[in-house]
């Protein structure tokens, strides 16, 4: 009979022979391996282990210094700095790369998701191949290579890598936080390049703008009666109708999706995400009376484009209309303005000369953008754009599958390594502009 006990010692030496491969082999790949392997999903991520790991991948690295701040005594952050020449007169370029990564539930994957196991077509499997430790390493292995490639290369600017904790949770308690302090002042960033996404063709996508969740609560009230008599102005009746009208927007917004006037993440979405009445009975609900109160909560997304008064006023008349007994309750997790007023998204043509520096580094590298989009969910990119300050969303991912928060998360090392070459052109070209940039509000268009 078949033990599989029995198989334990060659499992092992097996694994030992894995270890010390890995160990032998210092490539980029073998690296990136080694920052996957660390566990730092939540709910309880391990922020110690991979700021070690980095720092000590950084020392490798001539005139990168190291620097660890805590944002609470429990949540610390890493930030890794380049000098410029010509600081400081000129504002510092940021790259920024989150930590911390969602849950991966094991059993539902084909490769333990912390294993980093690299399949024969050099898929490399792991919980944050794509969101976002690819980015967090390719930073700095395309500052090594610059480095080895041409000694001579001193940036103008200052370029900073930062490594926050707790994007996945908000970034409330990370870059929220961390933007606030007097370190992130003095850094007086002029620029930023955060996460992106994989694209499923031969172009990279890049993100200006992010979308604003609001979750919304509507709440019916009514006279309660005996469920098999008709009488108006029930708490059902009133909710129904205010789930009716909230069906025929989400319909004219999805229409214009349809049509191809716009990208899903550019209209606002509505969708109903729970319904609440009824009195409980032992088997289930009482059957012959209809209830006083019900309610549904629905997940709203905004795009900067879109006008929130605007949006208030249509919860207020039509949603949600105190005429019909009802109230409303908004949370917005996030903001659609900046702080000067503006929405918060980051210019994409010309007369952000970021935009076309960035774009031309792109292009030298032998890449192409796609159509800048606006990101259907939020990124800690958010935090920056409050301040003005222009940043883009991009992940260079190309031929790649759609797999973030996904069972079976990978990054082939092909992808991986041509993604080094494509940073070592834009840190090279936005670390070299000379120009300056007065951040104005971008045009505002409902849609
Ligand atoms: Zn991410």
Redesign the pocket.
């Known amino acids: 009979m078949f033990n599989p006990l029995q198989r334990v010692p060659l499992l092992l030496f097996f694994l030992a022979l894995s270890t010390i491969s890995a160990a032998e082999s210092d490539t980029p790949i073998s690296r990136f391996q080694n920052y996957l392997r660390i566990n730092t999903a939540h709910p309880n991520p391990n922020y110690t282990s991979p700021i070690t790991y980095l720092i000590n991948f950084a020392n490798s690295i001539p005139n990168l210094h190291s620097k660890v701040l805590h944002l609470t005594p429990t949540i610390p952050l890493l930030l890794l700095t380049w000098p410029g020449t010509s600081t400081p007169s000129l504002p510092s370029i940021l790259f920024n ?2 930590l911390d ?1 969602v849950p991966a539930e094991p059993e539902k994957w084909t490769h333990p998701p912390f294993s980093a196991h690299k399949t024969s077509d050099g898929r490399i499997f792991a919980r944050g191949a794509q ?2 430790k690819c980015i967090g390493m390719q930073y700095l292995e395309a500052i090594k290579t610059i480095q080895s490639k041409d000694p001579d290369f001193k940036p103008l600017r200052n370029v900073h890598i930062l490594y926050v904790p707790e ?2 949770v908000g970034g409330f308690d990370g870059m929220g936080k961390f933007v606030e302090t007097k370190e992130f002042k003095e850094l007086n960033v002029g620029f930023v390049m955060d ?1 992106g996404q994989a694209s499923t063709n031969d172009e990279f996508r890049v993100f200006y703008a992010d979308r604003t969740p609001w979750h919304m609560v509507i709440k019916a009230v009514g006279t309660p009666g005996h469920g098999s008599r008709l009488y108006d102005n029930t708490a059902m009746e009133n909710l129904m109708k205010s789930i009716e009208v909230i069906t025929k927007f989400r319909e004219s917004k999805f229409d214009i999706v349809k049509a191809g006037l716009a990208a899903n993440s550019e209209v606002i979405s509505v969708n109903p995400v729970f319904l609440k009445a009824g009195i409980p009975s032992p088997t289930g609900f009482v059957m012959n009376m209809q209830p006083s109160e019900a309610e549904a909560g629905f997940d709203i997304r905004m795009p900067p484009t879109a006008d929130p008064q605007l949006m208030r006023k249509i919860i207020e008349e039509q949603w949600a209309p105190a005429w019909r007994n009802m109230t409303y309750e908004i949370t917005e997790k996030g903001f659609l303005r900046d702080n000067m007023g503006c929405p918060l998204m980051t210019l994409t043509s010309d007369s952000n000369p970021w935009w076309s520096v960035f774009n031309e580094a792109v292009t030298r590298a032998g890449g192409k953008l796609s159509k800048p989009e606006i990101l259907a969910s939020t ?1 800690d990119a958010r935090f920056m754009r409050r301040l003005g300050i222009p940043t883009f969303g991009f992940s260079p991912m190309k031929n790649t599958p759609i797999l ?1 928060h996904d069972h079976n998360e990978f990054l082939k090392d092909t992808v991986y390594l041509e993604g080094i070459k494509v940073y070592e052109s834009i840190i090279k070209s936005l670390s070299s502009f000379e120009g300056s940039y007065e951040h104005r509000c971008n045009a505002v268009s409902q849609q």
């Open positions: 790369s989150h990564s969101d976002d994007e996945e996460e990124t973030l």
